[in-house]
Structure formats: structure tokens, C-alpha cells
């Protein structure tokens, strides 16, 4: 099982960045995914989740209206466009499925925002 999660960077507040998550090793198609963040001193928390139809969509109240998370099935890939970045948004992102799996937790990317 293979979690690659890319696309992070440094940007200035109010820019966009789009995060992808490669997965390899599972039946991508069947899960539910997630992104999750973790800023330096705080815990892992939950951003953004789909169901595997895609049908449903859940946000954090903090990232609601700027954050809209996607999925290729077909490309075996999750998605993660962010808009409107605040300070408050930084942080490593990691994709898992949801529930998440212990193992399956990759090296996430950094998303840095600041002037």
C-alpha cells in the first residue's frame, strides 16, 4: 500500500493551492477518503472527506467555502484545491482512507502560508 501525497508548497494568504494523493496497493475505488492536516504542535485533524461514489462530501467548518476535495477513480487519485489560504492553513497533508488505516499514513506535503 502506497500513499504519495504531492502539490504542497509556500504561498502568500489568499492563494490556491491543489493537493494530490497517488494511491497504489488497494481497491482505491471502494473507499472513502480523507485529508487530514497536522500543524506543528497540534494534533492530526480531519479537513476534508468523500465517500467513494463521491456521492457525499464532508468539511471542517474552518476550511467550508475555500476547500473542495475530489477524486479519479479511474486515476486511482484524491484531490485537494484549496483557495482563499490563511496563516492557519499551514501544515503537513496527509490523504488516508475513512476511516483511516494505520499503515497506510504517507510522508504528506507541506503547505506553508505566509507573506
Known amino acids: 500500500v502506497q500513499l504519495v501525497e504531492s502539490g504542497g508548497g509556500l504561498v502568500q494568504p489568499g492563494g490556491s493551492l491543489r493537493l494530490s494523493c497517488a494511491a497504489s496497493?488497494?481497491?482505491?475505488?471502494?473507499?472513502?477518503m480523507s485529508w487530514y492536516r497536522q500543524a506543528p504542535g497540534k494534533e492530526r485533524e480531519l479537513v476534508a472527506r468523500?465517500?467513494?461514489?463521491?456521492?457525499?462530501?464532508y468539511y471542517v467548518n474552518s476550511v467550508k467555502g475555500r476547500f473542495t476535495i475530489s477524486r479519479d477513480n479511474a486515476k486511482n487519485t484524491l484531490y485537494l484545491q484549496m483557495n482563499s489560504l490563511k496563516p492557519e492553513d499551514t501544515a503537513v497533508y496527509y490523504c488516508?482512507?475513512?476511516?483511516?488505516?494505520?499503515?497506510?499514513w504517507g510522508q504528506g506535503t507541506q503547505v506553508t502560508v505566509s507573506s
Open positions: 488516508n482512507t475513512q476511516p483511516p488505516r494505520y499503515g497506510y
Open positions: 496497493g488497494f481497491t482505491f475505488s471502494r473507499d472513502a
Open positions: 468523500i465517500t467513494s461514489s463521491s456521492s457525499s462530501i
